[in-house]
């Protein structure tokens, strides 16, 4: 992948408050051009749009934001790739790239004269503005997993924040030793692949991945079965996970954490604004600790991520208006003066300049500087057409593993590679 830098960015990184590297193309060649943008609707892409006079003024472009609920964003995207003609910028979930890239025209020379610094950001977001080796989209929005904690307990029961996942199960026990609350709360239930958002990283940790270069299932290797053996280890043998586990969804690890019913929660990073809601949970912001993830032993730390790109759709009529564009919004000071504003409260980063930029991270406690920590070394997945089709043979094959309808780990992920192989 080529990276294009720019020296003003990095220049402005060092020094704490950046400046803007985004520079309007001379001589304002798109004046009196539209670019109209699709978008899910998001706080964070709202934040944007308040921030379009100056960009509207330095390049005479008008942006007109048209924004989606995320249920019924997929089906406007289709719409709009069978379509077209109506929308010349538009945001994508990374798992529906891959089956809207004829939606989506390649923008790497018009990012290139932008001076984008790609190498900002991660690889585990930027991989999915990247499609048969061009670059067709940039990430604007993205999730990261971290480890929230009750620090109360943790001090209670004379344990540190885990940095590994043995680690981990050896504090779960002595927390549920110590107090009465069960060591760690983990979905292992089927919604949406949700059970698979920390087996992955076991996965991954243990040197395995869900498939190889040529699209083969891998995931039912000795690395696959040692992830699968110690993620349901969790519930069956270990018994740090609260009861009823076997059944939980993402949501009842939360409120089982929300509740103080659990001492430690891997989750999305934008649940942290739940953890501590009077209206929803029953602890205080002094109660709640995070790390990044845990990583295993002798292995880099991973985090499954989400990531929305903003591309340029291959229909527009005003395509270099819309790059102009794309350079604006994905320039890391927008980004920085969204997260710094005292009225806001968004905490989305995507650049590593900004994950690990002093002034940030004393804002929001260092949670950036963690996900920067997983993110340094994450490298995300790669999906496909049949992404869905893929998560629901794999969170059936956790699940009975978990509810103990399936007893064979290997005869079990063998079973799904099958059935993987049979829709690919």
């Not at 740090?240 to 969804?249: E, L, Q, R």
């Not at 998560?391 to 590679?417: M, P, R, W, Y």
Request: aromatic share 8%.
């Amino acid at each position: 992948m080529k990276l294009f830098t720019s020296a003003i960015a990095i220049a402005a990184s060092l020094c704490g408050a950046q400046a803007f590297a985004w520079e309007a193309t001379e001589g304002r060649p798109f004046d009196g051009q539209t670019v109209n943008v699709l978008a899910v609707k998001s706080s964070q892409f709202e934040a944007h749009e308040a921030r379009l006079a100056e960009f509207e003024e330095a390049t005479g472009i008008d942006v007109v934001y048209d924004y989606v609920p995320f249920p019924n964003m997929k089906e406007a995207l289709t719409t709009e790739m069978v379509a077209g003609g109506d929308y010349d910028v538009v945001s994508v979930m990374d798992q529906w790239v891959s089956s809207l890239q004829m939606l989506l025209a390649p923008i790497g020379p018009g990012i290139e004269a932008q001076g984008t610094d790609l190498s900002d950001f991660p690889a585990a977001h930027i991989r999915h503005g990247m499609l048969n080796g061009e670059l067709i989209g940039l990430p604007v929005r993205g999730h990261v997993q971290l480890m929230f904690y009750r620090t109360d307990l943790l001090e209670e029961a004379g344990v540190t924040p885990p940095q590994t996942w043995e680690d981990m199960v050896t504090a779960a026990k002595t927390i549920q030793e110590k107090t009465d609350a069960a060591g760690v709360a983990l979905p292992y239930g089927k919604l949406n692949g949700q059970n698979l958002m920390v087996w992955m990283n076991l996965l991954w940790g243990n040197g395995g991945d869900l498939f190889d270069a040529g699209g083969n299932a891998i995931f039912n290797s000795d690395a696959g079965v040692a992830a699968t053996e110690t993620y349901v280890s969790y519930l069956t043998e270990e018994e740090i996970v609260p009861a009823g586990s076997a059944v939980f969804v993402e949501q009842d690890a939360v409120t089982s954490f929300k509740q103080g019913n659990s001492a430690m929660l891997p989750v999305w990073w934008w649940v942290r604004s739940q953890l501590s809601d009077p209206e929803q949970s029953t602890l205080t912001a002094d109660q709640i600790g995070f790390t990044a993830l845990p990583s295993v032993a002798g292995a880099d730390r991973t985090t499954f991520t989400n990531t929305w790109i903003f591309g340029v759709t291959a229909e527009s009529d005003n395509k270099d208006a819309a790059t102009e564009f794309l350079g604006w919004l994905t320039d890391p000071a927008l980004e920085r003066d969204v997260l710094m504003d005292p009225d806001l409260s968004e905490v989305v980063a995507v650049h590593m300049s900004n994950l690990t930029d002093p002034e940030v991270n004393a804002r929001w406690g260092g949670m950036h500087q963690a996900a920067a920590d997983a993110l340094a070394t994450a490298d995300g997945v790669e999906f496909g057409d049949n992404w869905p089709r893929i998560v629901l043979i794999l969170e059936t094959a956790i699940s009975s593993l978990a509810s103990g309808e399936a007893t064979d780990v290997q005869a079990t992920l063998d079973k799904a590679a099958e059935d993987i192989a049979a829709i690919r």
